[in-house]
């Protein structure tokens, strides 16, 4: 069975880092190409980022919200996902998930960046 | 960036009524790489159509998807009760992968 498992919310000042986990299980992690979504409360889904493979150079790619604050990276000897969260803002607030090939979801963490 | 724009925002049918989403792109979702989810409160999304028209693995064939280039079509043919949700698409033909803003489909 296919398992995501985030962690690492929490409350954060704004200005504040944070880093998000996602614990992968159940299917070949490092085939997978990741990716991190978003949603603020009552909001709408907003794609955060996408790490590919490392057989395909592992490639990054961001939101342009996002982009220059946040890192997402992997350790496929661990089967995990990380989100670098830096320079917090106010409107980052949200339920962050992991995904992996579209139809594979975590149940979230959140985020509140509240001063 | 291609933006995703998904009508009606809100659709009121009753049970056993045929409900039709539309998402419509900025620009052509090439090799129609466009998904729909749908997502209940307190839950996470969930996978129903990718490729446009593939239903995932476990979703009622009464889940269907339709269309190519810049215009898609969600068709559910006959709600049931666990079908009222709020809806999805999102595109994954190129980044930044977008999603629209959301169809809700209350029970009327």
């Known amino acids: 069975e296919v398992q995501l498992v985030e962690s690492g919310g929490g409350l954060v000042k704004p200005g504040g880092s944070l880093r998000l986990s996602c614990a992968a299980s159940?299917?070949?992690?490092?085939?997978?190409?990741m990716t991190w979504v978003r949603q603020a409360p009552g909001k709408g889904l907003e794609w955060v980022g996408r790490?590919?493979?490392?057989?395909?150079?592992?490639?990054?790619d961001y939101a342009a919200p996002v982009k220059g604050r946040f890192t997402i990276s992997r350790d496929d000897s661990k089967n995990t996902l990380y989100l670098e969260m830096n320079s917090l803002k106010t409107e980052d607030t949200a339920m962050y998930y992991c995904?992996?090939?579209?139809?594979?979801w975590g149940q979230g963490t959140l985020v509140t960046v509240s001063s | 960036e291609i933006v995703l724009t998904q009508s009606p925002g809100t659709l009121s049918l009753s049970p056993g009524e045929r409900a039709t989403l539309s998402c419509r792109a900025s620009?052509?979702?090439?090799?129609?790489?466009l998904a729909w989810y749908q997502q209940k409160p307190g839950q996470a999304p969930r996978l129903l159509i990718y490729?446009?028209?593939s239903r995932a693995t476990g979703i009622p064939d009464r889940f269907s998807g339709s269309g190519s280039g810049t215009d898609f079509t969600l068709t559910v043919s006959r709600l049931e009760p666990e079908d009222f949700a709020v809806y999805y698409c999102?595109?994954?033909?190129?980044?930044?992968?977008?999603f629209g803003q959301g169809t809700k489909v209350e029970i009327k």
């Open positions: 490729d446009a028209s």
């Open positions: 999102q595109q994954y033909t190129s980044s930044p992968w977008t």
């Open positions: 995904t992996a090939a579209l139809g594979y």
């Open positions: 790490i590919k493979t490392k057989t395909n150079s592992g490639t990054t």
């Open positions: 159940g299917f070949t992690f490092s085939d997978a190409w």
């Open positions: 620009q052509s979702v090439r090799s129609s790489f």
